[in-house]
């Protein structure tokens, strides 16, 4: 299978990366590699990678930017989960960064990685001028106009009741961007016609929401054990979340309406899309 | 004076910059907007814009790098600033961003302030492609090889005896990288040739120097009320410090020749340098 083949490609170089990093400063690299490396799905750079891969064989050469946006990804969980923010204790079943390196350090590998995938974002385009569009579009996403401004309305609402419009906004903004944003840059870098960005940007943005409704549900019905995390959180939280606003049922419903349209989508474009129907698919029925 | 009619502009194009900002998530440019604005000499953007000034006049059109550099200072004076950390209640003179937004928001302001910055960057050689090294530059420095880095060994040293090499380490990342990464940005901003672009890495890191002991003595010998900041908060947090290395007589004499070795730099160039030249001097002589 493509995906593993991937997974695989992608987890090389992250430990690639890391190899006989740094000297006084040494202790960042371990706690930034625990997080990166203590598991995860690898969802957000195999899409970007699946994309590219539907227009271009050379995928390995964005293979950088793609562990760039997971980079992102697991320092916004490392921020999420300290004290200050959700306080969670366990992550992929494992203890959380601050668990193990402590607050400040948990804090500072959290600012590394994302500076660092900004790092790579520059130096990639340094040797290819042609990419800096995709990356522009991965640190936006990643922003106060994106996961972070999703972060923001998602900590003002704790404990208080949160509308509709809000409660689209804060998903949209924080699991929506970051998964959108590495399917367009995989099309930016693949030099798809405009017309299939525009259509991979929708698909994007369905699967986001697919997947924060499956987030959602799992947090109700999940297994701790599987899941590897902490059930309930949103209700202990007093968060607003799909299920408190629309109730279990229906967004079992919604999620796989959006999944059929996020296929229907993928099929439209008449390339080699089964790799991104079966992710597509493996989201809506995945249990962690 | 050029270097106030700059920190005005400096000034201005922050303003500017949030202006109508921010819907759900507005809270988040409120944050970043109060660190950014509470005061600060704006030595870093200065330093860029007057490098660039000695080569071109045009120094306007790089105000938003400038910019960005201040912001990536001013996420790291936040979470610097943060209970884990350095837990300080004030900063020029006014309470630090935990104190006003809480610790949460604080942390994410610091994010987004980074994350900004290099949005900037991105943006800016979107036109200008010919930017790309010195924005390049700029996030390196900032990063775990950079001022990052130097926090770590910081935060490490904390309560225990910190060797000469750390600490010659430490302050060279944490003060040294972002003071020195500006004055290269503009050197190669404005095309300058490469053995001034060499020279003047040497004078940032000179400056660097000098800056981190000034820091040190006015933490020994400083007025809390002029510098706006808690005093001795060194021997609070029981830091290994230039003064607890060397003592203040000697730290005050090795400034003094550090600034002497900075200006011979700057002169030897044979530019229009005596607004850098009296930036420098303004530094080894400053009381806050």
């Not at 991937?6 to 170089?13: R, T």
């Not at 974002?121 to 040797?127: A, R, T």
Request: aromatic letters at 8%.
């Amino acid at each position: 299978m493509i995906e593993r083949q991937i997974k695989e490609e992608i987890e090389l170089w992250i430990e690639d990366y890391f190899k006989d990093k740094g000297n006084y400063n040494k202790i960042i690299y371990d706690a930034m590699k625990y997080s990166l490396t203590v598991g995860g799905k690898r969802i957000r750079p195999i899409l970007m990678l699946l994309t590219y891969k539907m227009y271009r064989e050379d995928y390995k050469k964005i293979i950088p930017l793609a562990c760039a946006v997971e980079m992102i990804h697991t320092y916004s969980l490392i921020h999420d989960d300290l004290p200050c923010m959700d306080n969670d204790d366990l992550r992929r079943g494992k203890p959380t960064n601050h668990k193990v390196f402590g607050y400040a350090m948990a804090v500072l590998a959290g600012d590394g990685l994302l500076n660092e995938a900004m790092n790579i974002m520059f130096k990639y385009i340094l040797d290819n001028k042609e990419g800096l569009e995709a990356c522009y579009t991965i640190s936006k996403s990643a922003g106060v106009e994106g996961m972070i401004g999703g972060q923001v309305v998602d900590i003002l609402g704790e404990g208080k009741k949160v509308t509709e419009d809000e409660l689209t906004y804060m998903h949209k903004k924080k699991t929506g961007e970051l998964i959108t944003a590495p399917i367009v840059a995989g099309a930016l870098l693949a030099k798809a016609p405009n017309e299939h960005v525009e259509k991979l940007k929708l698909y994007g943005e369905k699967l986001g929401v697919a997947f924060q409704i499956k987030d959602d549900i799992l947090d109700v019905t999940g297994d701790a054990n599987v899941l590897g995390k902490n059930v309930h959180s949103d209700d202990k939280m007093h968060k607003t979340t799909f299920i408190t606003t629309y109730g279990l049922e229906e967004c079992k419903i919604k999620c796989e309406q959006l999944t059929r349209e996020c296929i229907k989508i993928l099929r439209e474009l008449n390339l080699h899309s089964e790799p991104l129907v079966a992710l597509t698919r493996f989201l809506l029925e995945r249990n962690n």
